[in-house]
């Protein structure tokens, strides 16, 4: 069963707009880590974030993390036609059960 | 380093037989996952592999095994298959513990007749 639920779930945008994409889940957790899926490929592991975390960067990707609220974003700045996509987060729950949501289908148009 | 090898890349059954998958981890990675991919459910976890050791089970019937060998490599095994089995199955190898980065291959796409 799925832990997380991506909004929105599909979002297009231009090239160059910043993209933000939200998770939320719904039981404690070690870490949340987000990847991304092009065309029903394997993942790639964008960033990991560990629940003493509230915010990371890497390159032009800003995650945040609110424990309290149980939710994450992950925040794609100036984004390129490559950043099209589909985004998942992650959860390591502290059963040791890792659940990933239904994805956001990220569109940016040239 | 390479990275994470999975065979076949495609396979097709028909219902009731079995079928075997392969993942090579990256080398001197330890930990192991799979995963089940499918329009439906989305992404589904279904087991992780630590030393040859199961470490974690996700909500999958008996159908499903694995197993780990001392190289760290690992194989998923499906009996009795199913129409709903047809997936994209994804292995997942980090350095050790599942908490750490995943690195994904690139699936085995199974289709059951």
């Known amino acids: 069963s799925q832990q997380g639920e991506e909004d929105p779930q599909a979002l297009s945008i231009q090239e160059g707009e910043n993209a933000t994409m939200n998770c939320s889940y719904k039981t404690s957790i070690n870490n949340l880590q987000w990847y991304r899926q092009n065309s029903g490929r394997g993942l790639v592991h964008l960033i990991l974030?560990?629940?003493?975390?509230r915010e990371k960067h890497s390159g032009r990707l800003r995650v945040t993390l609110d424990t309290s609220k149980k939710s994450s974003s992950l925040l794609i700045t100036a984004s390129r036609a490559a950043d099209t996509a589909s985004y998942f987060c992650?959860?390591?729950?502290?059963?040791?059960?890792?659940?990933f949501g239904a994805g956001t289908r990220l569109t940016v148009k040239p | 380093k390479a990275g994470v090898t999975q065979t076949p890349r495609y396979l097709i059954k028909t219902r009731g037989q079995q079928v075997t998958l392969s993942c090579s981890p990256i080398?001197?990675?330890?930990?192991v996952s799979w995963y089940q991919q499918t329009p439906g459910q989305g992404l589904q976890f279904l087991f992780e592999y630590f030393s040859e050791t199961q470490r974690n089970k996700g909500n999958f019937p008996g159908r499903f095994s694995g197993r780990q060998f001392s190289n760290s490599r690992s194989e998923m095994n499906v009996s009795t298959l199913e129409l709903g089995d047809s997936a994209l199955y994804l292995c997942a190898s980090s350095l050790n513990v599942r908490e750490n980065e995943q690195f994904f291959g690139p699936g085995t796409r199974l289709t059951v007749l």
């Open positions: 080398s001197g990675h330890r930990s």
């Open positions: 974030i560990r629940s003493n975390e």
């Open positions: 992650a959860t390591d729950g502290k059963n040791n059960d890792m659940r």
